[in-house]
């Protein structure tokens, strides 16, 4: 017997037939009446219907010009350069304009990144619930939407702050960009309408499409939300690489090709990559924080294992994107050099280039607080105190090569401390301040994380195939000569041959980096296949290990902080590089302390805003009890 | 006593079996970076001399 529930749905699923019927019947015929009602029942148009008299045509005589076409050609408009803006045309408010700006395009990009972000690696976990049978990754990935939903909102909204900010304070750039990418916006525009469509119906439709075919038509949804919402991001991403590096207008800014000419500029596919991969990992970052908030915040051992495993999936998923992002940022350096050379010595050569030196201590933070989570994490199983003493050296390796990371090239020094120098570089440390050593410390870094992930991986299994020893042997084998490669190719055309070598060779590290974790997964992909289980303790892990969590999301947010200032500073005093100059009161690049002061405060602010985003998913799920319910209770 | 002595020859034989595939995995490894360190370079256009020396 049909379920009174049962018959709605059918009901409901007939009228969506209908309704979607209708609308296939009205796209179908839209483009047939918009024709027809331009046709007279003469079967002329509009235009040939007012076309003037006496205009004839002899046969085989000069073709006659009609007036319409004569008036349009007069009519044609003068090709317009981008605006020369003066000081005059900036409206002031009284605050820097560039401040009130950098604070809400800092947000937007922050929550814009969470939000397009946690959609990405919620669609693979749901798979991998579906594709385990384990409803404990269907649970996991309905949470980390939860939390993400007020993200959206603000995102929203502080998108909007943006807009009106951008057209209030730089109306002349924002009417050239309107020009340059034209129908663009309103695409952008509507794409919001998709996405907001495809998550609330991803969302909320999550319960009521859970299993069978529901739960790929389910699945559907979060593909076509990741799709709009990756859409949206390179849409976005396509202004800020023209501002970089104009392309489809001359010198002087006319448009001389297509919106889509406008938008495949030099370095719009590195910065895709770019902020995919790192999007990913700040994402991963912040529900992670999330997932510790809440182990932290609770007695509860049925609780405490969850959030483990959440805090633990969030740390695997910011880690493992987070392995390849210094490639995709080699890239996008490597772009902007060749696009321009003098672009790229502003960003690494000069004043900026001691951003590079902050950076490489907040990757450094970023990947010691990842190391050490792993490693706390180890103690989850008993398989693990195989592996735990190569901890140390792990350890070792990771602080040396993070000294040699943070090293700068030039120090500030005084004469006096110059003259007792012998130079302004130190004999022993000014080696480690130029980019080769960088190079291999940073390579470094990444291979040995990797090998604290692979050794937590492994820490709860035994293989048991005969081939094992053999397998290990390459393992240890790659792990060994890849680190030496990295090292002898690092030191030898680094230091010892031309400049071209030099910057070949630091493919060749890329190339042994991820030949060792492409080799590891391929190995222990087949090594542990059908290996014997060991028992995990989800909850049994140290709360100090919880801090690591909240240590990431930070660090990642003033990082994407310290490189977006860097980003938009290569610009120098341009709004659209060599062709809009800008001449504003702020047009100059700002001063590292002010940048600092900025960036911090951005990145509490964003950290208040997630605290409240944290507080908000947290009382969905708290119900008041009922006035007098306890008394009766206890009575 | 013999079974004893048995299960060390065992363990000792199944080490030596060990240590050879650990020396072989190195040989091949290191001819397999050996080959990446010219491929990467020669694509760059950056040939390299057997000695892995600038050939350019």
Known sequence: ?635 | MAEGRKAMQEKRMGRGATLVAVMVAFVVVLAVFYGLDHLVMGIQGLPLNPDLSPAG
């Open chain 1, 1 to 635: 017997m049909m379920s009174g529930k049962g018959m709605d749905m059918r009901r409901v699923g007939r009228l969506w037939l209908q309704l979607f019927k209708v609308a296939i019947l009205v796209i179908a015929i839209t483009p047939s009446l918009l024709v027809a009602g331009d046709v007279a029942s003469d079967g002329l148009s509009v235009d040939q219907r007012i076309a003037p008299v006496g205009q004839v045509q002899v046969e085989g005589g000069p073709i006659v010009e009609m007036p319409g076409e004569e008036a349009a050609a007069v009519e044609k408009p003068e090709p317009l350069a981008a605006p020369r803006p003066q000081r005059k045309d900036y409206p002031g408010v009284g605050v820097s304009s560039r401040a009130i700006v950098w604070v809400v395009a800092q947000m937007h990009l922050f929550f814009g990144a969470l939000v397009l972000a946690v959609p990405l690696f919620v669609l693979v976990i749901e798979l991998t619930g579906v594709f385990t049978r384990d409803e404990r990754y269907d649970d996991m990935a309905h949470e980390f939407m939860k939390i993400s939903l007020v993200g959206f909102s603000i995102t929203a909204i502080i998108g909007g702050t943006l807009a009106l900010a951008l057209f209030m304070l730089y109306p002349d750039l924002m009417a050239y960009m309107m020009r340059v990418f034209r129908v663009q916006w309103l695409w952008y525009a509507f794409l919001f309408f998709v996405e907001s469509f495809f998550l609330y119906t991803y969302y909320y439709g999550w319960n009521a499409l859970r299993y069978g075919n529901k739960k790929w038509l389910h699945l559907t949804l979060g593909l076509l939300l990741n799709g709009a919402g990756m859409t949206i991001m390179v849409l976005a991403n396509s202004w800020a690489t023209f501002m970089m590096a104009p392309s489809g207008v001359d010198e002087t800014g006319v448009i001389t090709g297509t919106v889509w000419e406008a938008m495949k500029g030099p370095l719009w596919n590195p910065i895709n990559l770019h902020r995919f991969i790192a999007n990913i990992g700040f994402g991963g970052a912040v529900v992670g924080a999330y997932a510790a908030f809440k182990f932290l915040s609770t007695r509860d051992p049925k609780l405490r294992a969850h959030y483990d495993w959440m805090g633990y999936t969030s740390n695997f998923i910011a880690i493992l994107a987070f392995l390849p992002l210094p490639f995709a940022g080699y890239w996008l350096m490597a772009e902007i050099y060749a696009y321009s050379q003098q672009m790229g010595i502003t960003a690494m050569g000069g004043i900026l280039a001691w951003l590079f030196i902050v950076q490489a201590v907040l990757i450094g933070t970023i990947l010691l607080a990842g190391n050490f989570y792993l490693w706390s994490g180890m103690s989850r199983t008993e398989g693990s105190v195989r592996y735990q003493w190569m901890i140390k050296y792990i350890a070792a390796i990771l602080v040396v090569c993070f000294l040699t990371w943070m090293t700068p090239h030039t120090l500030i020094l005084s004469a006096r401390e110059i003259a007792t120098l012998g130079g302004s570089h130190h004999k022993i440390l000014g080696p480690l301040g130029i980019m080769p050593a960088k190079n291999i410390a940073v390579n470094l870094m990444l291979v040995v994380t990797f090998l604290s992930f692979q050794l937590y991986r492994r820490s709860d299994k035994v293989a048991t195939v005969s081939w094992a020893p053999v397998a290990n042997g390459f393992m240890v084998a790659i792990y060994i000569v890849a680190m030496l490669n990295i090292i002898f190719v690092g030191v030898y055309y680094g230091y010892f041959t031309n400049t071209v070598y030099k910057v070949g060779s630091s493919v060749v590290q890329v190339a042994s980096t991820l030949v060792v974790i492409i080799a590891g997964l391929t190995i222990d992909g087949f090594l542990f296949k059908g290996a014997k289980k060991l028992p995990s303790h989800w909850g049994r892990v140290s709360d100090r290990s919880q801090y690591a969590l909240f240590a990431l999301p930070i660090a990642f947010t003033w990082l994407m902080g310290l490189m977006g200032y860097v980003r938009s500073s290569v610009k120098t005093h341009w709004h659209v590089y060599t062709v809009m100059k800008d001449n504003s009161p702020d047009n100059f690049i700002p001063t590292i302390g002010y940048a600092g002061n900025m960036i911090t405060l951005v990145t509490i602010l964003f950290v208040l805003f997630v605290l409240f985003m944290f507080w908000i998913a947290n009382i969905s799920g708290v119900k008041q009890p009922r006035p007098g319910a306890a008394e009766g209770e206890a009575a």
